[in-house]
């Protein structure tokens, strides 16, 4: 059973960079036609797509955020890491990773298009 947990600090400062890993148990994210992305949800908003880096090491942004946005990955480690860079107040939101597999990349957030989810982390942007 592939299980993913997001790990991070819940507080950062604003126009720091903001930086989460993603740590994938269960299953390889080299694994062919997998898939593995970032997602957020802000305070009484919907989700929100973020990034994406598939299994063969390419990436994929949201446009509104790509300016701001690296997400790499560790083989050995099995994790995926996000980073946002210059963060706001309006950064602050539940932070996940997902998981696809089989079949073409998502760039979406919706939640049937994934198939394991990790269970959130709260990030917030604050002096």
């Known amino acids: 059973q592939v299980q993913l947990q997001e790990s991070g600090p819940g507080l950062v400062k604003p126009s720091q960079t903001l930086s989460l890993t993603c740590t994938v148990s269960?299953?390889?994210?080299?694994?062919?036609?997998?898939?593995w992305t970032w997602i957020r949800q802000p305070p009484g908003k919907g989700l929100e797509y973020i990034g994406t880096?598939?299994?063969?090491?390419?990436?994929y942004y949201s446009p509104s955020l790509k300016s701001r946005t690296s997400i790499s990955r560790d083989t050995s480690k099995n994790q995926f890491t996000l980073q946002l860079s210059s963060v706001t107040p309006e950064d602050t939101a539940v932070y996940y990773c997902?998981?696809?597999?089989?079949?073409?990349?998502?760039?979406?957030?919706?939640?049937?298009?994934?198939?394991?989810w990790g269970q959130g982390t709260q990030v917030t942007v604050s002096s």
């Open positions: 269960g299953g390889s994210i080299s694994a062919s036609n997998s898939y």
């Open positions: 997902a998981g696809r597999s089989g079949g073409f990349v998502a760039t979406t957030p919706k939640k049937n298009d994934y198939t394991y």
């Open positions: 880096i598939a299994y063969s090491g390419t990436e």
